[in-house]
C-alpha cells in the first residue's frame, strides 16, 4: 500500500499517560521520528538532549502556549510557531495555562538528501 491513514485514538499508536503518540513505527515511517506531545497547564517535559542519537528536531506547535527552554534561552511557544533544535543542545518544554499540544519530527543531523527546493 502507497499510504498509511490513522486516526489518533488508533490502538497501533503507542500512547503514555494520554499525553506522549508515539507515531513514527503505527505509520510504518523508517526516514524521521514523529511524536504528538500534549502537556497540561503547567506541566514541564524532561530536560534532555538528543546528542546521543545525533537527532535535530522540529517542534511544531498545534495549540496552546507555553516556552520551550534552549540551552537556558526561554523561549515563548505554542500555536502557529516552528522550532528547529540542534543534537547537542539541551530542551526543556513547558505549557502555558491553556496547555499546549505540539509535534516533534526528528532526523540525524546532515542526512538531508539532494531534493531540490519546491
Known amino acids: ?36 506531545v500534549s502537556l497540561p497547564a503547567g506541566v514541564q517535559g524532561p530536560e534532555h538532549d538528543e546528542a546521543e542519537y545525533d537527532e535535530e528536531e522540529v517542534y511544531v506547535g498545534l495549540d496552546g502556549s507555553g516556552s520551550i527552554t534552549v540551552d537556558g534561552d526561554e523561549l515563548a511557544f505554542g500555536q502557529g510557531w516552528y522550532l528547529r533544535v540542534d543534537p547537542g543542545a539541551t530542551r526543556q518544554v513547558k505549557a502555558g495555562p491553556e496547555g499546549l499540544r505540539f509535534l516533534v519530527v526528528g532526523g540525524v543531523a546532515g542526512s538531508r538528501r539532494g531534493r531540490p527546493q519546491l
Open 1 to 36: 500500500m502507497a499510504y498509511t491513514l490513522l486516526h489518533r485514538d488508533d490502538d497501533s499508536i503507542q500512547n503514555f499517560r494520554g499525553s506522549f503518540f508515539k507515531i513514527r513505527d503505527a505509520l510504518g515511517v523508517t526516514g524521521f521520528g514523529i511524536n504528538e
